[in-house]
Structure formats: structure tokens, C-alpha cells
């Protein structure tokens, strides 16, 4: 129903409706009869206005990915996409960004030192591509950031484990002292 009005949508909608379903009568509180179209029945608004979408698919750094679509006019950048999400994700390589764009199945690498000024060269602004329907921005997380949450999930269950039996130990020695015995009953000595 693109392009169309709503009065236009309706009534395309009612038409093919139409084929299906047919109209009825009620009564009025007077006992008139009245006869319903399915065209008084319907109702069609606007759910959403801004129906072009870009993608921005960031690593999570071993938790995940995230995914944000993002409305887009037809005139946006990467940075403009970047900016519409608050900046580039913290978890971020910054040298390992993309764009694929699906309809002509290319994947164009961004430098984002380029674009957003934080190198001198300010040739590499070329990568500051204009952003089109469909397309989407990857942004691969830093290897030392998946790396310190592999090894955090790996011993998180020891650090559970042992701080467990750390604290049962402490503890134990606190009541211990606590009543001044050592553990050794009277009559065993």
C-alpha cells in the first residue's frame, strides 16, 4: 500500500474485503433496518511513518551482539548512523568496522579514525559512506575484550567455588575464637 492515502488504502482494502465478506443488516433503535458495508467497518491508520531502515550489528565482546535499527532519509553517513545511536559501542575495535550493503552484495571496510577525526589523514573521510535502505554497519568488538570475558566466564565458577568455602572457612574461624575453643572437646585431651 505504498504511496497510497489512507482514504486510498481503505478503500483497496474494502475492495478486495468485499470479494469475501458481504454486508448485513442491524436494526436501529427505532427498528429501521441499516445496512453495514465493509467499508464502515474498517479502519486503517499509519503504523509507522519511516519505513527505510539501517542496521548496526555490534559485537557484544563475548556477550552477544546487539542490534539497532535506525530510521534513515536518504541523504545519511555512517557517522550520521553512529550519531543516531550515541556513538560507536565501547566494546568496539575501531579498526574493525564494515558496511555490507545486500543489494549489490559489497562489504566496504570504514575507518573510523578517518571519519571521525582522530587520525591526520583526512583522506580516509571517503569511508564515510552514504548510508542506503537495508544496508548494514558491523562493528566487530576489541580481542582483548573478548578475551578478558572468555577467561571471566571460565573462572567465575572456580572464584563462586572457592570464595564459598573461603567464607564457610572465616567463618568457622571467627566462632572459634569467638568461644575460645579449638575445635578439641575437654574429655579427648
Do not use: C
Not at 458495508?37 to 509507522?48: H, S, T
Not at 559485537?59 to 546487539?66: E, L, M, T, V
Not at 556513538?87 to 550493503?101: D, E, I, N, Y
Not at 575507518?111 to 583526512?122: F, Q
Amino acid at each position: 500500500m505504498a504511496g497510497l492515502t489512507i482514504d486510498d488504502a481503505k478503500r483497496a482494502i474494502a475492495d478486495k474485503l468485499s470479494l469475501k465478506l458481504k454486508p448485513y443488516e442491524v436494526e436501529d433503535p427505532d427498528g429501521k433496518k441499516i445496512k453495514i458495508d465493509v467499508a464502515d467497518e474498517l479502519v486503517v491508520d499509519i503504523l509507522e511513518y519511516a519505513s527505510k531502515y539501517v542496521y548496526v550489528i555490534s559485537d557484544g565482546g563475548g556477550y552477544g551482539a546487539q542490534v539497532v535499527r535506525i530510521p534513515v532519509n536518504g541523504s545519511d553517513t555512517v557517522l550520521d548512523a553512529f550519531g543516531k545511536i550515541g556513538g560507536v559501542p565501547p566494546q568496539s575495535a575501531k579498526k574493525k568496522m564494515w558496511l555490507a550493503r545486500p543489494s549489490s552484495h559489497q562489504l566496504l571496510p570504514i575507518d573510523w579514525s578517518g571519519i571521525s577525526g582522530h587520525s591526520g589523514a583526512h583522506n580516509l573521510v571517503a569511508t564515510n559512506y552514504q548510508v542506503f535502505p537495508g544496508d548494514r554497519i558491523f562493528v566487530n568488538s576489541d580481542p582483548r575484550i573478548r578475551f578478558e570475558s572468555a577467561v571471566t566466564k571460565t573462572i567465575a565458577p572456580f572464584e563462586s567455588i572457592t570464595g564459598g568455602v573461603l567464607l564457610g572457612a572465616s567463618a568457622k574461624n571467627a566462632l572459634r575464637a569467638k568461644t575460645g575453643s579449638s575445635g578439641n572437646n575437654a574429655a579427648g585431651r
